[in-house]
């Protein structure tokens, strides 16, 4: 679909590239943000879409297979009381039923992969938003310390040159706030990438935790039986 080949674009995009090369890059990188934002919220949306449209067809799938199982039913009472007719037509319905639910069961594959690449997408596009905006605010920093630095430079030429001496220490002050923001943007993009470690490692626990429950159940089930 287009949404899903618009986001695939953002995806490749090679944020820090594309900052360096452009005449703007406050402008641009204002820009690519809204965009993701756009189309995360977008993405989003198409997830809600197809879990539903999963739910719906997997009800329809069971109504269906429950009508199968109903008219075999029939079909062996029928039998029981040498009814072979009502019987046989009791059969061409069970067989349509199932027919019915086999057919819904390949849309449900279907549907079922839609949304996982669906989820899987808008997963990403929300790391691509995080890491472009822990870049920007990087840019930022890193433009005023320029600007800043830049200041500092004129006033030390006005000196050089005898102009009116002027008080370097504002200045200086600015430049040392910028290197502090770029130091801290640094920073809050290292914590949040161990925060993300941190996370795999919590998720891969949960997840050996449920295997382990599951084969407990399992080998309960055999011992019952």
């Known amino acids: 679909m287009a949404l899903l080949e618009r986001v695939s674009t953002l995806l490749r995009a090679n944020v820090s590239d594309l900052l360096t090369k452009a005449e703007d890059p406050e402008k641009l990188a204002r820009q690519l943000i809204l965009d993701m934002e756009n ?24 109504a269906q297979e429950e009508s199968h199982t109903q008219w075999l039913r029939k079909a062996e009472t029928a039998v029981a ?3 072979d007719a009502l019987a046989r037509a009791a059969l061409e319905r069970a067989l349509s039923h ?9 849309q449900c594959a279907d549907q ?27 840019l930022a920093a890193q433009l005023r310390r320029n600007r800043a630095m830049q200041k500092v430079a004129a006033a030390q030429a006005e000196v050089q040159n005898g102009a009116r ?25 290292e914590i949040g990438s161990a925060e993300s470690l941190e996370e795999r490692f919590t998720n891969t626990e949960k997840n050996d935790q449920v295997e382990a429950l599951l084969m407990e159940l399992k080998e309960r089930q055999r011992h019952l039986s």
């Open 112 to 138: 079922s992969a839609e949304s996982d690449t669906l989820r899987s997408t808008y997963s990403r596009l929300q790391q691509k938003l995080a890491e472009t905006q822990a870049q920007v605010d990087i």
């Open 39 to 62: 189309q995360l919220i977008q993405v989003k949306t198409q997830v809600a879409i197809a879990i539903a449209d999963q739910h719906l067809l997997e009800k329809k799938k069971m």
């Open 81 to 83: 009381k040498g009814q």
């Open 165 to 189: 001496p002027v008080r370097l220490a504002p200045l200086r002050s600015k430049v040392d706030e910028a290197g502090s923001h770029g130091r801290a943007a640094r920073t809050m993009v």
């Open 98 to 106: 199932r027919r019915m639910a086999e057919a819904l069961a390949e």
